[in-house]
């Protein structure tokens, strides 16, 4: 399942999955998407490890920027991840 953490102004979106486990270590995957005419663009980040994939349109200076919010904020979608999404959290 995937939650959404937040919304940046550009409409870029930064969702986290339920907490994962692989290769015996739990993980949680981070999916960022931005709207773009005629599609998206994309990158996905594996926490604890911060292991950037697929990364599909993004430029240097935004993938940094994108970088420096998910390292910033990582231990609350860590967490987040492991309760079963925000409004979970709120329940408990």
């Known amino acids: 399942m995937m939650y959404k953490f937040m919304e940046l102004n550009d409409k870029t979106e930064i969702n986290y999955s339920d907490i994962m486990t692989q290769n015996g270590k739990e993980v949680t995957k981070v999916y960022i998407e931005k709207p773009v005419l005629g599609g998206f ?52």
């Open 41 to 92: 663009h994309s990158a996905t980040c594996y926490l604890p490890s911060y292991d950037w994939q697929d990364i599909v349109g993004f430029s240097e200076d935004e993938l940094a920027n994108l970088k420096d919010i998910v390292e910033s904020t990582a231990h609350i979608i860590i967490k987040y991840s492991k309760l079963g999404g925000l409004e979970n959290a709120a329940n408990i």
